[in-house]
């Protein structure tokens, strides 16, 4: 009796590796996109507690404080001065690629701010907002909104 060896020729077998590949691909490219909007997402929880704590401070110290947002070095902080010199607390930096799309805060000696009344209002005539993401890629995009009278920061 014969036995007969099976084997694979080499066209499935090309089949097959080019379909690894392309799930390969689209993994990758999910993947990547993913991470951006969690950096996205990640950043903008950040960024609504900074402001939220400014605000807490703005109150509980009966004075005005401040956020500042640095475009240019992908930094923001909470000041107790309109010049920012008087940081407090830790200089905070965008995740992964992030940066400021826009922004309508107030502009100031240290780039722009959100200011915070002792009452807890924004310092400005009508609501604001800042617009962060990966320059070109608009999935990426989140803004953080604050309401001028009463001071609340929400993320849309």
Known sequence: ???????????????????????????TVSTSSFVKR???????KNVESTLKLAREYAISRGQKYY?????????????SDFSGSTNVGKINKFQGNMSIITNNFIRGASGSAACFNKNGSLDQISDSSITLGVAGDPSTYVTISVENTTGRVKIE
Do not use: H
């Open 38 to 44: 969690t950096a996205g997402k990640t950043t903008a």
């Open 1 to 27: 009796m014969k036995i007969k060896a099976r084997a694979y020729t080499l066209a499935e077998l090309m089949t097959v590796l080019a379909v690894i590949f392309v799930l390969i691909a689209v993994i």
């Open 67 to 79: 956020v500042f947002f640095d475009g240019v070095n992908g930094e923001y902080y909470i000041a």
